[in-house]
T-cell receptor, first 117, second 115 residues
């Protein structure tokens, strides 16, 4: 079945570092991918919708300059956390759909656990 | 506005007990989709079921069953004869047809099944 690969699975780095997370659809093309963030013991909150070939759409309260999203191909979206600080430590998870509209489920990556020291 | 509420933050049961996880949703759309996901301690999301707003048939899959009632805007999930491996956080989610595919998640219910 459809699979979404997310890399890396875990990152530990110093404050001020920029961190790039990749989300790949392995056997389907995804014009749209989604980035979610989950703090411990909390729900998943949508950060942004990544659109292939165009600018991402950010949810209210999410800083565009802080969380850079690039969706340069139909199988790859990247999220870059720029100048990360301890409050950015969280679980980031991406998802993709292989069909616009309809009731196809989103396929989720396995997530990236980001820890900023 | 769309919203998903899972009022049960934590549930603890003993193995072999039946357990129901509640989910209530709010939407103004007539076309929408409801989902349940399981999130084990390792963090990945495991898709369990999808139901569209046109289909109110209840569904059973092994020990899992789902009760969708539009009249009460609920989509409850029951695990029969629970097992320790069922321990996880379970999320209910809503997707409105015209919202570009984004999912609105409930707060999650942490299920602990003790031997």
């Amino acid at each position: 079945g459809a699979v979404v690969s997310q890399h890396p699975s875990r990152v530990i780095c110093k404050s001020g570092t920029s961190v790039k997370i990749e989300c790949r659809s392995l056997d389907f093309q995804a014009t749209t991918m989604f980035w979610y963030r989950q703090f411990p013991k909390q729900s998943l909150m949508l950060m942004a919708t990544s659109n292939e070939g165009s600018k991402a759409t950010y949810e209210q309260g999410v800083e565009k300059d802080k969380f850079l999203i690039n969706h340069a191909s139909l199988t790859l979206s990247t999220l870059t956390v720029t100048s990360a600080h301890p409050e950015d430590s969280s679980f980031y998870i991406c998802s993709a759909r292989d069909q616009e509209g309809g009731n196809q489920p989103q396929h989720f990556g396995d997530g990236t656990r980001l820890s900023i020291l | 506005a769309q919203k998903v509420t899972q009022a049960q933050t934590e549930i603890s049961v003993v193995e072999k007990e039946d357990v129901t996880l509640d989910c209530v949703y709010e939407t103004r759309d007539t076309t929408y989709y409801l989902f349940w996901y399981k999130q084990p301690p390792s963090g990945e999301l495991v898709f369990l079921i999808r139901r569209n707003s046109f289909d109110e048939q209840n569904e059973i899959s092994g020990r899992y069953s789902w009760n969708f009632q539009k009249s009460t805007s609920s989509f409850n999930f029951t695990i029969t004869a629970s097992q320790v491996v069922d321990s996880a956080v379970y999320f209910c989610a809503l997707r409105e047809y015209n919202q570009g595919g984004k999912l609105i998640f409930g707060q999650g219910t942490e299920l602990s099944v003790k031997p």
